[in-house]
């Protein structure tokens, strides 16, 4: 157990809604990160907050959003669904933030566009 | 970005040591080394991360070569618990946060 929570475990939506998905990090850490991995793409960093704040940003569509809030737990938006939105979505967390500092992920929510 | 290269896959007997190999041959003094793994239907677990110097811990060992252009990943005794993809991954001081990982070795382990 990472200490990474992450809900829901899975999702079955339908084309064009909207969902959200929700993390809390491991108790201390700063820092959140959003990952996606499909079959054919593995995985793809999304999007990064620090202490509330976003610090950096990867392949991360214009449909999709993140914020951290005061508690440090994270949520990522997800809207207009694709089937391409299909995959799994991990959270990380870290202590702070640097290249030195390990990540820890949680279980992943199964999104499921039909 | 410094990339790193992996084996595809790679076999190993139950209670045998494995040595997971990683180049990064433009790695910069800057960089640090960090190996994850993925078991199947679970989120990457962080196993172990170095600069400079060989690291221990409880998971594994790290092995980082003198010019710091390729390191591997000892596991000391394989079970059947460790069969899952490992993922050797630089991280510097400009892109740490954006945290790429490549394909990764698939880590097979024979009873």
């Known amino acids: 157990d990472s200490g990474v929570t992450q809900t829901p475990k899975h999702l079955i939506t339908a084309t064009g809604q909207r969902v959200t998905l929700r993390c809390s990090p491991r108790s201390g850490d700063l820092s959140v990160y959003w990952y996606q991995q499909s079959l054919d793409q593995g995985l793809q960093f999304l999007i990064q907050y620090y202490n509330g704040e976003e610090r950096a940003k990867g392949n991360i569509l214009e449909r999709f959003s993140a914020q951290q809030f005061p508690d440090l737990h994270s949520e990522l938006n997800l809207s207009s669904l694709e089937l391409g939105d299909s995959a799994l979505y991990f959270c990380?967390?870290?202590?702070?933030?640097?290249?030195?500092?390990?990540?820890?992920f949680g279980p992943g929510t199964r999104l499921t566009v039909t | 970005d410094a990339k790193t290269t992996q084996p595809n896959s790679m076999e190993s007997n139950e209670e045998e040591p494995v040595h997971l190999p990683c180049n990064h041959s433009t790695i910069s003094g800057t960089d640090y080394i960090h190996w994850y793994r993925q078991l199947p239907s679970q989120g990457p677990e962080y196993v172990i991360h170095?600069?400079?110097s060989n690291v221990n811990n409880r998971m594994a060992s790290l092995a980082i070569a003198e010019d710091r252009k390729s390191s591997t990943l000892i596991l000391h005794r394989a079970t059947l618990r460790d069969a899952a993809v490992y993922y050797c991954i630089l991280r510097g001081p400009y892109n740490f946060n954006k945290f790429y990982f490549g394909s990764g070795t698939k880590l097979n382990v024979k009873p």
């Open positions: 990380a967390s870290s202590a702070s933030t640097g290249p030195g500092y390990e990540q820890y």
């Open positions: 170095g600069l400079t």
